[in-house]
């Protein structure tokens, strides 16, 4: 099993270039999460999804889209690079529901985007 | 407004000793907690975690143990190795939801 596969590993953007970072899961992990890490600032959650059609916000989500059309991919979508979203990207997965305590989150290594 | 708090940015601890990582939360309603051990250039992988129903899990050298009072948890690691130098994170989880919100992290230095 590849576990979480995040590409591209490196991005560098110009402001207000789109881009897309890809994540895909061979787990058959229900839920899946993409967060943010920026120094001081832990990790903070972007976006998640409970399952296949099924999106929703979580702590800084402004800047961002993401779509789940297959249990496996979960897209993440900068639409207008800035600055400020300069930061190291990680995508994760996990059980949803099931076995509650038992079901931690599985990461993948990270895209480190710079937006200049 | 931080829902998980981990006051101290960094620790150093010798090799042998033990290390005690500390993690606060503000939200009543998280009903499982995780700690999770990060190298630089990899992503987080988890290490321990603790339902609510419990107040001490135990893994090996890493203990992590829970006061739902003071709304408080802390992770042991004893005794400490030099491979253990990373940051880590603690994680809460609420019982109506997957999402899992983290703390701020702990860059931890074990020196021989």
């Known amino acids: 099993n590849a576990g979480v596969t995040q590409t591209p590993k490196f991005q560098v953007l110009k402001t207000g270039q789109s881009m897309t970072l890809q994540c895909a899961q061979d787990m058959n992990h229900e839920y899946m999460s993409w967060y943010r890490q920026d120094p001081g600032m832990g990790l903070r959650l972007i976006h998640y999804?409970?399952?296949?059609?099924?999106?929703d916000q979580g702590e800084v989500p402004n800047g961002y889209n993401v779509s789940r059309s297959t249990t496996e991919d979960f897209p993440l979508r900068l639409l207008s690079a800035a600055p400020s979203q300069t930061s190291v990207y990680f995508c994760a997965s996990s059980y949803s529901n099931r076995d509650r305590y038992n079901s931690p989150l599985h990461f993948g290594n990270g895209t480190r985007l710079t937006v200049t | 407004d931080q829902q998980v708090k981990q006051n101290s940015p960094s620790l150093s601890v010798q090799e042998g000793r033990i290390s005690i990582l500390n993690c606060d939360y503000t939200n009543s309603m998280f009903d499982y907690f995780l700690w999770y051990k990060k190298y630089p250039a990899e992503g987080p992988t988890f290490l321990i975690s603790?339902?609510?129903?419990?107040d001490k899990n135990e893994d090996g050298r890493f203990t992590v143990f829970l006061n739902k009072s003071a709304k408080h948890l802390s992770l042991h690691i004893v005794p400490s190795q030099p491979g253990d130098s990373a940051v880590y994170f603690c994680a809460a989880r609420g019982y109506n939801t997957d999402k899992l919100i983290f703390g701020t992290g702990t860059r931890l230095q074990v020196f021989p």
């Open positions: 999804s409970v399952g296949a059609g099924i999106t």
């Open positions: 603790i339902s609510s129903i419990k």
